[in-house]
């Protein structure tokens, strides 16, 4: 096991929410006459929010699915793959072996990485971090809780709704009895500051792993973010702001020359992933070719 530490990569930009966004709060007390299923809320501002944790676990979702249908292409690049293909089990007997989706949560398979050389190269478990049996990866990027741009919060302090409620109406099958509940919901425009911190701990891989961060962030503006996506919500665009390198240098003497600014203004995602180069280039001759 070996850990190096080069740089932090901080991407910083916008979530905007294209239709009205639902991410649950787990409530104990339900109020009478009140909303069924409230949104999430910042206990110190009670304003809506999205938490990295959510945001995370669905970039780190979608990004299995990927990775787990290119298996074979992507076999050379990420050797930890070749394990997980049909009738290469190895070593023979392990649990789940040979399965991508090898770890059960809740009623769910996900994809982890037992130890930690498979997560070194596993193109999801380098990047969000693998638990695993015999030892952890720890995960390369922090994902912060998402807080509304000023622009949102003002617009709340001058009395707009940032929020409605929703009626959903279930019918029971048997009875035909129409079942309403009320959710709560995000309303459509409302913007997140998201902050999203890489560390760059080999030179050989952090590329790869910035292109996979941002074909999962791809994924999810054509998915959805949060509850009911299959019912029209949480559909999401990201506004990238800038994307700044701090080298290792610049945390031991805060020189401006141990920095690179690179400014995204309002480019989208996939603009980002098609100019890399471009955008990339003081970074890669500040890390040097690797
Ligand atoms: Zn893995």
Redesign the pocket.
């Known amino acids: 096991m070996n850990r190096e530490f080069h740089g932090k990569l901080i991407i910083r930009g916008r979530i905007r929410a294209v239709t009205g966004l639902h991410i649950g709060a787990q409530r104990e007390v339900a109020e009478i006459g009140g909303i069924d299923n409230p949104v999430i809320k910042d206990p110190l501002t009670g304003l809506p929010y999205i938490p990295g944790s959510s945001f995370k676990g669905k970039l780190r979702s979608l990004f299995e699915v990927l990775t787990n249908s290119k298996l074979d292409e992507w076999g050379d690049k990420y050797p930890?793959l070749k394990k997980y293909l049909p009738g290469s089990c190895r070593p023979v007997g392990e649990e789940n072996c040979g399965k991508f989706f090898n770890k059960k949560i809740n009623k769910g398979w996900i994809?982890?990485?037992p130890d930690y050389d498979?997560?070194l190269n596993?193109p999801?478990?380098r990047l969000f971090g693998?638990s695993g049996k015999e030892s952890n990866f720890p995960s390369r990027l922090i994902v912060r809780d998402a807080f509304l741009t000023k622009e949102w919060e003002n617009k709340w302090r001058d009395g707009e709704d940032i929020t409605e409620a929703k009626i959903e109406v279930g019918i029971d099958r048997v009875t035909s009895q129409a079942n309403p509940r009320t959710n709560e919901r995000v309303v459509a425009g409302t913007e997140f500051d998201f902050e999203i911190i890489y560390n760059v701990e080999d030179l050989k891989q952090w590329e790869d792993d910035i292109k996979n961060l941002l074909t999962a962030m791809a994924l999810l503006e054509d998915s959805y973010l949060g509850g009911s996506g299959s019912r029209g919500y949480g559909k999401v665009r990201f506004i990238f702001d800038s994307i700044e390198f701090r080298s290792a240098d610049y945390y031991r003497t805060g020189q401006e020359e141990y920095r690179v600014s690179i400014g995204t203004e309002n480019r989208s995602v996939v603009d980002v992933l098609r100019d890399f180069k471009g955008l990339f280039s003081e970074v890669e001759s500040k890390l040097g070719a690797g």
Do not use: P
């Open positions: 930890s994809h982890v990485c498979s997560a596993c999801v478990c693998a």
